[in-house]
């Protein structure tokens, strides 16, 4: 049986390392774990902390089980940032009657474009694949007792595209009903954010985005950015 190896035939070079992801609340962990698990990442370690709460190691694919990229890292938010974003929170006045415009404001603008802010982005390379976890979010959002209403997914349809591109988003089950746009062509977007996850700056949630490239294309939405 193959040993996993951390060594890599690639020249020299930098890839991202790694990224912190923070759930909301200590009790939810495991659930937290299972939405990453439900995004096809793949859980290598769970580590439970003296004070209770679960430290987990996830890779992007199985490939970085071993290496030292491709990592997300999952714990709690720290007790000391709770504390800042409560209190940033209250100076705001957020959810009372005299919130500062700026929270309404900002908010607006995440509602319209989930990549208006801090976000993550993950390259899956394959659209039947993304097509398919997507569906079953879907689903998840619907009906599941825990992750019930707090999921909030979007799309991106490429900008005009080959034909051949056209013709497989209008045969898509997810794309041939979406009339939002990437800013680019030949590649699709999926968004997700979730209150399960705590990032921003309001400290209320993160956006997860996953994008699918189709290939062989000179120009993508993940190479030339155009403004429509
Ligand atoms: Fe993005």
Do not use: C
Not at 59 to 88: C, F, M, N, T, W
Not at 99 to 110: K, S
Not at 210 to 226: A, G, K, M, N, W
């Amino acid at each position: 049986m193959e040993t996993p190896s951390a060594k890599t035939d690639a020249p020299p070079g930098r890839s991202l390392g790694h990224i912190a992801l923070h759930y909301q609340t200590p009790d939810e962990g495991p659930l937290a774990a299972r939405l990453l698990t439900l995004l096809g990442f793949v859980e290598t370690q769970d580590l439970t902390l003296p004070d209770g709460t679960h430290f987990y190691r996830f890779v992007v694919d199985a490939r970085h089980r071993a290496r030292g990229d491709g990592i997300l890292y999952l714990s709690v938010v720290p007790e000391a940032q709770r504390k800042l974003v409560g209190a940033v929170r209250e100076a705001l006045r957020v959810g009372q009657a005299d919130e500062h415009p700026a929270v309404a404001d900002m908010r607006g603008h995440l509602a319209n474009d989930p990549e208006y802010s801090f976000h993550i982005g993950v390259l899956v390379e394959s659209l039947e694949e993304l097509e398919a976890r997507f569906l079953a979010l879907e689903e998840v959002n619907r009906s599941d007792p825990a992750l019930k209403g707090r999921l909030r997914i979007t799309y991106n349809r490429a900008l005009k595209s080959d034909a051949d591109v056209e013709a497989r988003l209008d045969a898509s089950p997810i794309y041939s009903r979406v009339d939002r746009f990437a800013y680019g062509r030949n590649g699709v977007q999926a968004f997700l954010e979730t209150d399960v996850l705590a990032s921003g700056v309001l400290g209320e949630s993160t956006f997860l985005e996953f994008d699918y490239v189709f290939p062989d294309r000179q120009s993508h939405v993940l190479s030339i950015v155009e403004w429509a």
